[in-house]
C-alpha cells in the first residue's frame, strides 16, 4: 500500500512555462486536494475533488487547473508558471471531507 | 472567512516536560479539527481528528481538546521526547480545510 504519491518532488520552471504535478492514491479515497505551502502562511487550499469527475475550486485557484478522470489519480497544471507559484506542493486524499486526510510527500516548485 | 491562529510560533523544551500547543479559530461551524505533524521536508501526518460532536481525542501520549463555543483547541503533549521534535498544524473543516501556521516543537535532550 503506497498510500499517495507525488511526482515529482524537485522542479525548476522558467515563467510561462508549462506543467503537471502528479498524484495518485491506491487507497480508493473519493476525495482528494491539493494545497501549497507558503513559509509562515500555513497550507492553503488550491482544488479539490469529491470524486471523479467532479473538481471544485479552494481558496488559491488562479493559474491552477485540475482534473479528475479516475479515482486514483488527481494532477494539477500549471499553464503559465509564475515566479508567485514558488512553492511546495502537497496532495492528500480521504474517505470523505470529514476524514482523516493522508498526505503525500510533497513537490518542491521553483519559477524563476 | 475561517481564520486559523497557532500560538505559540515556536517553542523550546526540556525533554520529560509536559506542553501544550494552541490553536484557535474564527468560526465555530466546523465539522471537525484536525492536529497533524510535519518533519522538515516531508509531508504531514495525521495525530489526531475530533469530530464537532466530540471534545477530546487520545493517542498514546497525545490527547487534543476542542471547545467549539470558544473556537479553540489545545494539543497536549505528555513526557516530551526528542523525537516529538516537529512542526504541529492544526486545520478546520467547514466548507473546506483551513491551516493554521503551525508550531515549530523543538525538545532537548
Redesign the interface.
Request: no cysteine.
Given at each position: 500500500n503506497a498510500g499517495v504519491t507525488q511526482t515529482p518532488k524537485f522542479q525548476v520552471l522558467k515563467t510561462g512555462q508549462s506543467m503537471t504535478l502528479q498524484c495518485a492514491q491506491d487507497m480508493n479515497h473519493e476525495y482528494m486536494s491539493w494545497y501549497r505551502q507558503d513559509p509562515g502562511m500555513g497550507l492553503r487550499l488550491i482544488h479539490y475533488s469529491v470524486g471523479a469527475g467532479i473538481t471544485d475550486q479552494g481558496e488559491v485557484p488562479n493559474g491552477y487547473n485540475v482534473s479528475r478522470s479516475t479515482t486514483e489519480d488527481f494532477p494539477l497544471r500549471l499553464l503559465s508558471a509564475a515566479p508567485s507559484q514558488t512553492s511546495v506542493y502537497f496532495c492528500a486524499s480521504s474517505w470523505s471531507t470529514t476524514d482523516t486526510q493522508y498526505f503525500g510527500p510533497g513537490t518542491r516548485l521553483t519559477v524563476l | 472567512k475561517q481564520e486559523?491562529t497557532q500560538i505559540p510560533a515556536a517553542l523550546s523544551v526540556p525533554e520529560g516536560e509536559n506542553l501544550v500547543l494552541n490553536c484557535s479559530f474564527t468560526d465555530s461551524a466546523i465539522?471537525?479539527l484536525?492536529w497533524?505533524r510535519q518533519d522538515p521536508?516531508?509531508?504531514?501526518?495525521?495525530l489526531l481528528?475530533i469530530?464537532s460532536s466530540q471534545r477530546e481525542q487520545t493517542s498514546g501520549r497525545l490527547n487534543a481538546s476542542l471547545d467549539k463555543s470558544s473556537g479553540r483547541s489545545t494539543l497536549y503533549i505528555a513526557a516530551s521526547q526528542p523525537g516529538d521534535s516537529a512542526t504541529y498544524?492544526c486545520?478546520v473543516?467547514n466548507n473546506?480545510?483551513?491551516?493554521?501556521?503551525?508550531t515549530r516543537l523543538t525538545v532537548k535532550p
Open positions: - | 486559523v465539522y471537525n484536525q497533524f521536508g516531508k509531508g504531514l501526518t495525521s481528528l469530530q498544524l486545520a473543516y473546506d480545510m483551513r491551516f493554521g501556521a503551525g
